[in-house]
């Protein structure tokens, strides 16, 4: 098809199958890899980078790539999580290791990079591999006067919710001189812990250490870390009136307008096919199905990065890029250092 | 020691074609990228992979040449990725303090 042959090697989205379209130089897929032909290809471009999440394009490499840094993100970045929790007393409703459990669950705001691994899980924790909170609380009935005939169970107990702000942070050695508690606690004030009623008691201490996503999902430093192809979408011939107002409708918001022309006709065109979710709702109409082409631009990536908030996801990435670095630059050492 | 090989004897010291590898706490991050690299060199004849069983953290990796040393090509496989990984970051910072 004479539209789609360019630069870019291509997956064209057909009604019942998927096929591919390579241009006939050679390409990211299947060229001898240089690193100079990599450096010339490769080009990054920043989209948004806002409130703990990043969107970026990857353009001119292997897919194999961007999967490595994917995985990096998701399991090899570490974070700081709750790992141990010593129970003095639990006689809320909640079961010890139930309890735990969610307390390990928390994203904590401590930067990693300022702690080092633990080696030994059954070592003495110091102030450099370990952060301690204490969470002290009671549910007890609330006295005050003017509350006492209400129904409600905020006016009738205290502390019958347990929230992430009631861990108290008790800085080990010099740890508080190098951080505030604001810096190394929970990220959010209100997570719900547990729920209590009077007489329950919780008196526990917690103990927080650094690992990566690979030991336990909790230590992820993201909440999702994923990529995706760009989609592209073409037009082959005019679209007009009520077809294409309908055609608009078969994709995502945004990706078709309809223009009106100079004399009174409504066409279809292609606004922004970044953002559709490639659904092939076209081929449901007989009569729009031979005026477009779905495609997918195989070297061209779309990342997308939702930090949990210890570590802007620019950092996280780069994080990820300089543990690979780092992984072979000491097997290349192992290497030449025993022949 | 992370890396040993599977039979024969000396990582480096041997002039053999044809070599599988055994990554210490290494699996499919590390194998797929290094696999997709070592296997598009014209020198190499194949290239893979495998994490033998999942309970145990380790990755083997087979190469086989058409000439030259199995090992030299497993260097440069890593060479080559410690350059992209530079260059990746050099692109991101740079991209990063323009917008």
């Known amino acids: 098809m004479e539209v789609i042959n360019d630069e870019s090697p291509r997956v064209i989205l057909e009604e019942y199958k998927v096929t591919q379209n390579l241009p006939n130089g050679p390409t990211v897929l299947n060229e001898i890899f240089s690193i100079k032909t990599f450096k010339k290809k490769f080009r990054i471009v920043i989209i948004r980078n806002e409130n703990h999440e990043m969107e970026f394009d990857m353009i001119g490499i292997h897919p194999f790539l961007a999967n490595t840094f994917r995985r990096l993100i998701l399991s090899d970045v570490p974070s700081m999580a709750i790992e141990k929790v010593y129970i003095s007393n639990n006689t809320s409703i909640i079961q010890d290791e139930v309890l735990a459990h969610r307390l390990g669950l928390i994203p904590l705001k401590a930067d990693p990079r300022l702690f080092?691994?633990?080696?030994?899980?059954?070592?003495?924790?110091?102030?450099?591999?370990?952060?301690?909170?204490?969470?002290?609380?009671?549910?007890?009935?609330?006295?005050?006067?003017?509350?006492?005939?209400?129904?409600?169970?905020?006016?009738?107990?205290?502390?019958?919710?347990?929230?992430?702000?009631?861990?108290?942070?008790i800085p080990v050695g010099n740890q508080k001189e190098r951080f505030n508690e604001s810096d190394v606690g929970p990220i959010e004030p209100d997570i719900l812990i547990a729920k209590m009623r009077p007489g329950h008691e919780l008196?526990?201490?917690?103990?927080?250490?650094?690992?990566?996503?690979?030991?336990?999902?909790?230590?992820?430093?993201?909440?999702?870390?994923?990529?995706?192809?760009?989609?592209?979408?073409?037009?082959?011939?005019?679209?007009?009136?009520?077809?294409?107002?309908?055609?608009?409708?078969?994709?995502?918001?945004?990706?078709i307008s309809v223009r009106n022309e100079k004399d009174g006709k409504k066409v279809a065109v292609v606004n922004n096919s970044r953002y559709d979710t490639s659904s092939r709702n076209v081929y449901r109409y007989e009569d729009l199905k031979d005026a477009v082409v779905m495609t997918k631009i195989q070297d061209h990536f779309i990342f997308t990065i939702e930090s949990v908030g210890a570590m802007q996801p620019d950092v996280i990435f780069k994080e990820a890029v300089n543990i690979l670095r780092n992984k072979c630059a000491s097997l290349l050492e192992e290497l030449n250092s025993t022949s | 020691m992370p890396i040993a090989q599977l039979s024969g004897s000396g990582v480096t010291n041997d002039t053999s074609k044809s070599k599988t590898f055994v990554f210490q706490d290494e699996g499919h991050t590390l194998g797929n990228s290094l696999r997709c690299i070592i296997s598009s060199y014209p020198e190499v004849q194949f290239c893979g992979y495998t994490v033998p069983h999942p309970a145990e953290s380790k990755m083997h990796f087979r190469i086989q040449m058409h000439n030259g040393k199995a090992i030299d090509a497993l260097k440069k496989g890593l060479e080559d990725l410690m350059q992209v990984c530079d260059v990746t970051l050099e692109k991101f910072n740079e991209e990063l303090h323009s917008s």
Request: net charge neutral; hydrophobic share 30%.
């Open chain 1, 116 to 169: 080092d691994y633990k080696e030994d899980a059954t070592a003495e924790s110091n102030e450099n591999d370990s952060l301690e909170f204490e969470l002290k609380i009671k549910c007890s009935y609330n006295k005050e006067a003017n509350k006492k005939d209400s129904s409600r169970v905020e006016d009738m107990y205290k502390n019958n919710n347990v929230y992430s702000k009631h861990l108290k942070w």
């Open chain 1, 203 to 255: 008196d526990l201490k917690l103990v927080a250490v650094k690992s990566s996503g690979r030991d336990h999902a909790k230590f992820s430093p993201v909440a999702t870390a994923f990529y995706r192809l760009l989609p592209d979408i073409k037009l082959l011939r005019d679209v007009e009136g009520e077809a294409a107002y309908r055609l608009q409708s078969c994709f995502s918001p945004g990706v």
